[in-house]
Structure formats: structure tokens, C-alpha cells
């Protein structure tokens, strides 16, 4: 089956009885049983329902959350995450966005497909990048993940920001972040259309919210967002 994408190493196949005679039997994509075991999975911890940042309520928003209810009370206050941003996914996200490791790419294939399964008439919208890291990127790291998932996108936002990247700024400088998004031409067309926005990392949610409020205000009324971690 080749390489794990994580460690490595040679992709040796054990199935489990369940898996065997076809019971829950999964793809298991490019990673192996031993990295796919170490994976922080945000699915059954106690979470913040609007965030799924681990804490010690799974009934009441955390600190940020309330933040955004606050500011935006017109929007739904919820979002998706698969897993916590510590320990082999943080290493993955260095390897692949910030050290160009185009192969990571489909480390997340399984875990795409089966929220695109969830939400079958969805469109995603993958996060669009500034000019400047494409051009030091050469990819823009959510497109990519859904393209090696094999999931359709569509993409009708631009990304005009042109000033230091959020990964250089602080908590407090990411939040005062300015509006970076705007609406290509032919966005009408998907008004109907259930959109799940896609970014690699949920941060402070600054970003997110920036491009929720935008579609919002332009007659979007079915938009969820997704990311790899938070």
C-alpha cells in the first residue's frame, strides 16, 4: 500500500475481525494503523459546542465563542473539526503548509469523504489564499486537501490581503485582522446551495468569521465550516 505519510514507514495491512468479514471495513487511505491510533480526535472529548475547543463543558460556548455570538448575532454559532491541533497533526500542518510537503496532501482523504457523505448536497468552498503565499506556496493547501480527497469545490471568494501573514501575528493582532475577502463574479448561482467553507487550522475563527459575515450579508443562509484542527 506504500508509505505512511506520517512516519514513513512501509503500510503493512492487519485487518480486524469486524473489518475482515466486512463489518465497518474502511479505506485507510495512506496512513498507517499506528499514526491513525495517535491522531488527537476531537469526536467524543468534551468540546465547545460552537468551536470544538476541548474544555470542561460540553453544554456552554466558550470565552471566544461568545465573543462571535456577540459580534454576529445574525449567525449560527457552530463548527466542525476533526482533530486537536497538538502532536502529529501539528507536525503534519509545519511539514505540508509551511515546509511545502505537497504529498501530505491526502493524509486527510478518509476524514473528508466521510463528512462530504454526511453532507451530500453541500458545496465546499475552500478558504482562498493571498497572492503573496501563493506565490511562496505555489498551492493553496485546502484546495488541495479536497482535490486528493477527490471532492468537488467551488471557489467564488478572493483573498485581497496583502499585509503579514496570520501565521506571523499574535492572538490579539489575528483578531483585529481586516476584512481580506470578496465575492468573484458568478457567486449568485450558489445562493441555494448548502456551502461548507474548508481551512486547514481553526485558530481564533477570526478568519472563518470573516468569510461567514461576507456571505451572509449576500444572501448565504446554509453555510457550515469544517477545518483538519482546532
Same mark, same amino acid.
Given at each position: 500500500m506504500?508509505?505512511?505519510?506520517?512516519?514513513q514507514?512501509?503500510?503493512?495491512?492487519?485487518?480486524?475481525?469486524?473489518? #475482515?468479514?466486512g463489518?465497518?471495513?474502511?479505506?485507510?487511505? %495512506?496512513?498507517?494503523?499506528? @499514526? $491513525? *491510533?495517535? =491522531?488527537?480526535?476531537?469526536?467524543?472529548?468534551?468540546?465547545?459546542?460552537?468551536?470544538?475547543?476541548?474544555?470542561?463543558s460540553s453544554?456552554?460556548?466558550?470565552?471566544?465563542?461568545?465573543r462571535?455570538?456577540?459580534?454576529?448575532?445574525?449567525?449560527?454559532?457552530?463548527?466542525?473539526?476533526?482533530?486537536?491541533?497538538t502532536?502529529?497533526?501539528?507536525?503534519?500542518?509545519?511539514?505540508?503548509?509551511?515546509?511545502?510537503?505537497?504529498?501530505?496532501?491526502?493524509?486527510?482523504?478518509?476524514?473528508?469523504?466521510?463528512?462530504?457523505?454526511t453532507?451530500?448536497?453541500?458545496?465546499?468552498?475552500? #478558504?482562498?489564499?493571498?497572492?503573496?503565499?501563493?506565490?511562496? %506556496?505555489?498551492?493553496?493547501? @485546502? $484546495? *488541495?486537501? =479536497?482535490?486528493?480527497?477527490?471532492i468537488?469545490?467551488?471557489?467564488?471568494?478572493?483573498?485581497?490581503?496583502?499585509?503579514?501573514?496570520?501565521?506571523?501575528?499574535?492572538?490579539?493582532?489575528?483578531?483585529?485582522?481586516?476584512?481580506?475577502?470578496?465575492?468573484?463574479?458568478g457567486?449568485?448561482?450558489?445562493?441555494?446551495?448548502?456551502?461548507?467553507?474548508?481551512?486547514?487550522?481553526?485558530?481564533?475563527?477570526?478568519?472563518?468569521?470573516?468569510?461567514?459575515?461576507?456571505?451572509?450579508?449576500?444572501?448565504?443562509?446554509?453555510?457550515?465550516s469544517?477545518?483538519?484542527?482546532r
Open positions: 506504500g508509505q505512511c505519510l506520517f512516519c514507514n512501509e503500510i503493512r495491512e492487519v485487518l480486524t475481525l469486524q473489518e #475482515l468479514f463489518f465497518g471495513k474502511k479505506n485507510r487511505g %495512506r496512513v498507517c494503523r499506528s @499514526c $491513525e *491510533e495517535k =491522531l488527537p480526535r476531537l469526536a467524543g472529548q468534551t468540546v465547545c459546542p460552537g468551536c470544538m475547543r476541548p474544555q470542561a453544554v456552554d460556548l466558550c470565552e471566544d465563542c461568545r462571535w455570538r456577540s459580534c454576529y448575532p445574525e449567525l449560527t454559532i457552530a463548527h466542525h473539526a476533526c482533530y486537536a491541533y502532536g502529529i497533526v501539528k507536525d503534519w500542518l509545519q511539514r505540508y503548509k509551511f515546509q511545502g510537503d505537497y504529498r501530505l496532501a491526502g493524509a486527510f482523504t478518509n476524514d473528508l469523504q466521510a463528512l462530504q457523505r453532507h451530500p448536497q453541500a458545496l465546499f468552498l475552500p #478558504l482562498p489564499i493571498s497572492i503573496a503565499s501563493y506565490e511562496e %506556496r505555489g498551492f493553496n493547501q @485546502c $484546495e *488541495e486537501l =479536497l482535490k486528493q480527497a477527490g468537488r469545490c467551488v471557489q467564488f471568494l478572493g483573498n485581497q490581503h496583502a499585509g503579514e501573514k496570520q501565521s506571523e501575528k499574535n492572538r490579539q493582532e489575528r483578531l483585529l485582522t481586516m476584512q481580506p475577502f470578496l465575492l468573484l463574479e457567486y449568485e448561482k450558489y445562493l441555494q446551495q448548502e456551502i461548507i467553507l474548508f481551512d486547514d487550522v481553526y485558530t481564533t475563527g477570526r478568519t472563518l468569521y470573516h468569510a461567514k459575515i461576507l456571505l451572509h450579508k449576500h444572501g448565504f443562509r446554509m453555510v457550515r469544517t477545518t483538519i484542527a
